[in-house]
């Protein structure tokens, strides 16, 4: 026990390079197949058509096939890699100006023996965005802000991840109307959008007490001396520009939230929204053309590692869907839980989920691969659809906060120099509490009869 205790985890890009080789391995072992898909009208998306699973011929990736996947898992995610670039390069600039170092200088000073607020206060934002639209990589560039806070109060590194996309992960597997969870799973099951969202919205609070708690706890637990991070060398010293600085930022956001929702934008507009705020930052901030440039290359230099994690997890379902062996996992999985009472039956879509979530770890691509498949499943078995996308919800949103394929969350964890084995030893007992708190969720519903 003592030598397995000893054992190091492996690298995040050796668990994920080892996550492609082995969906290599599973589309030889695995019997290829696929359902019939259909262009969904309301969704605009191409969806599975139940009952009609059948065997094609035998398409195995071989190994040299799997390496080429990860170029490919790159090219895929091209708009997240990019975003990720872009935004990383532009808060480079923002903090080359000074203007965050002296943005948390003051906020320590308005905290100043109320530190305990700030991990409620900071959890609560994040976790709206994630029950807003499902932010995840939007963090990645937040990191050195979220560390320098953190380290002013004395808190782990850690304590910025739980935070941070931990509580954007709570807030999203809880969410009442994320567009690209909840909604489209809505959509697809033929529910009215927002319904059943006052009984996700006491589940909700619950999620989040529950995770700040937890956060809170171990921040206490783990609190050491204050750092006191000086201003950037190369920033204004004087700071007559972070006030005007930090209301860019402040207005980026405010567009960028607009874009989203009102605009329907996705990473290639918010990417150009955010390289504009880092030029006009760099040039109000007093860093010139030549200093912005410079700032927006090490910002470029430090997302290098997240980008290329990021295209490494997409390869693994890029693998898996070169080999036809995805529409078969569902298959086989979810086929046989008609066979089950209803509540265990619903129990177990709860673990299925988790399980399709390593390989499939877009919520909206899992939505579009198993809700067409469950929906008519879950009224032959009596149990309201409602109740069925909680255990897609629930399951898939939960798995987020520990799947290694989640480029996100392994972005984030190596920027606040987190190992991934320490985040899942610490988060696990709280991630234990959610998904008991999901059960609790999906027998209510059950109970109540839930549409």
Same mark, same amino acid.
């Given at each position: 026990?003592?030598?397995?205790?000893?054992?190091?985890?492996?690298?995040?890009? +050796?668990? #994920?390079?080892?996550?492609?080789?082995?969906?290599?391995? #599973?589309?030889?072992?695995?019997?290829? $197949?696929?359902?019939?898909?259909? @262009?969904?009208?309301?969704?605009?998306?191409?969806?599975? +058509?139940?009952?009609?699973?059948?065997?094609?011929?035998?398409?195995?990736?071989?190994?040299?096939? &799997?390496?080429? !996947?990860?170029?490919?898992?790159?090219?895929?995610?091209?708009?997240?890699?990019?975003?990720?670039?872009?935004?990383? $390069?532009?808060?480079?600039? +923002?903090?080359?100006?000074?203007?965050?170092?002296?943005?948390?200088?003051?906020?320590?000073?308005?905290?100043?023996?109320?530190?305990?607020?700030?991990?409620?206060?900071?959890?609560? !934002?994040?976790?709206?965005?994630?029950?807003?639209?499902?932010?995840?990589?939007?963090?990645?560039?937040?990191?050195?802000?979220?560390?320098?806070?953190?380290?002013?109060?004395?808190?782990?590194?850690?304590?910025?991840?739980?935070?941070?996309?931990?509580?954007?992960?709570?807030?999203?597997?809880?969410?009442?109307?994320?567009?690209?969870?909840?909604?489209?799973?809505?959509?697809?099951?033929?529910?009215?959008?927002?319904?059943? &969202?006052?009984?996700?919205?006491?589940?909700?609070?619950?999620?989040?007490?529950?995770?700040?708690?937890?956060?809170?706890?171990?921040?206490?637990?783990?609190? $050491?001396?204050?750092?006191?991070?000086?201003?950037?060398?190369?920033?204004?010293?004087?700071?007559?520009?972070?006030?005007?600085?930090?209301?860019?930022?402040?207005?980026?956001?405010?567009?960028?939230?607009?874009?989203?929702?009102?605009?329907?934008?996705?990473?290639?507009?918010?990417?150009?929204?955010?390289?504009?705020?880092?030029?006009?930052? $760099?040039?109000?901030?007093?860093?010139?053309?030549?200093?912005?440039?410079?700032?927006?290359?090490?910002?470029?230099?430090?997302?290098?590692?997240?980008?290329?994690?990021?295209?490494?997890?997409?390869?693994?379902?890029?693998?898996?869907?070169?080999?036809?062996? +995805?529409?078969?996992?569902?298959?086989?999985?979810?086929? *046989?839980?008609?066979?089950?009472?209803?509540?265990?039956?619903? &129990?177990?879509? @709860?673990?299925?989920?988790?399980?399709?979530?390593?390989?499939?770890?877009?919520?909206?691509?899992?939505?579009?691969?198993?809700?067409?498949?469950?929906? *008519?499943?879950?009224?032959?078995?009596?149990?309201?659809?409602?109740?069925?996308? #909680?255990?897609?919800?629930?399951?898939?949103?939960?798995?987020?906060?520990?799947?290694?394929?989640?480029?996100?969350?392994?972005?984030?964890?190596?920027?606040?120099?987190?190992?991934?084995?320490?985040?899942?030893?610490?988060?696990?007992?709280?991630? #234990?509490?959610?998904?008991?708190?999901?059960?609790?969720?999906?027998?209510?519903?059950?109970?109540?009869?839930?549409?």
């Amino acid at each position: 026990m003592a030598r397995l205790a000893r054992a190091k985890f492996p690298h995040p890009l +050796v668990l #994920l390079l080892g996550g492609v080789l082995l969906a290599a391995l #599973l589309t030889w072992i695995l019997p290829a $197949g696929e359902y019939a898909r259909q @262009l969904d009208p309301v969704t605009h998306r191409e969806i599975v +058509v139940a009952g009609t699973y059948h065997a094609i011929a035998a398409q195995p990736v071989g190994a040299f096939g &799997a390496l080429v !996947a990860i170029p490919q898992g790159l090219i895929a995610a091209a708009d997240v890699v990019f975003f990720v670039f872009l935004i990383g $390069g532009a808060f480079a600039v +923002v903090e080359r100006t000074g203007a965050l170092a002296r943005g948390m200088d003051g906020l320590v000073r308005v905290l100043a023996g109320r530190q305990f607020l700030v991990i409620p206060i900071v959890s609560i !934002a994040f976790g709206i965005g994630g029950a807003l639209e499902h932010m995840q990589e939007e963090i990645i560039a937040l990191v050195p802000a979220l560390l320098l806070l953190t380290r002013r109060f004395g808190y782990d590194p850690l304590v910025a991840v739980a935070m941070s996309i931990g509580a954007a992960a709570v807030g999203a597997a809880f969410s009442p109307l994320d567009p690209f969870q909840v909604g489209i799973a809505q959509q697809l099951a033929h529910l009215p959008l927002l319904s059943g &969202a006052g009984f996700r919205t006491l589940f909700l609070v619950i999620a989040m007490i529950l995770w700040i708690w937890a956060t809170m706890r171990f921040a206490a637990r783990t609190r $050491g001396a204050a750092e006191q991070s000086p201003v950037n060398a190369t920033a204004q010293t004087d700071g007559r520009y972070s006030t005007l600085v930090l209301l860019i930022v402040v207005a980026s956001f405010a567009v960028f939230v607009y874009g989203v929702f009102k605009l329907g934008w996705d990473f290639t507009q918010m990417a150009a929204l955010f390289f504009l705020m880092g030029i006009v930052a $760099g040039i109000v901030g007093g860093l010139r053309v030549t200093g912005t440039a410079e700032a927006f290359v090490d910002g470029f230099r430090g997302m290098a590692y997240a980008a290329i994690v990021i295209g490494f997890a997409r390869a693994i379902s890029t693998v898996l869907e070169q080999g036809k062996v +995805v529409d078969t996992i569902i298959h086989g999985l979810f086929t *046989p839980l008609g066979h089950l009472p209803v509540l265990a039956s619903a &129990a177990s879509m @709860l673990v299925m989920h988790t399980a399709i979530h390593f390989p499939v770890p877009s919520v909206s691509g899992q939505a579009v691969l198993t809700i067409p498949v469950l929906a *008519p499943l879950a009224d032959l078995l009596g149990m309201p659809r409602q109740v069925m996308i #909680l255990t897609y919800q629930y399951g898939a949103g939960l798995c987020e906060l520990l799947t290694p394929t989640n480029g996100a969350l392994i972005a984030i964890l190596t920027a606040a120099g987190v190992s991934y084995e320490r985040w899942i030893r610490v988060v696990f007992p709280a991630l #234990l509490g959610l998904f008991a708190l999901a059960m609790v969720a999906i027998t209510a519903g059950l109970a109540i009869h839930l549409s």
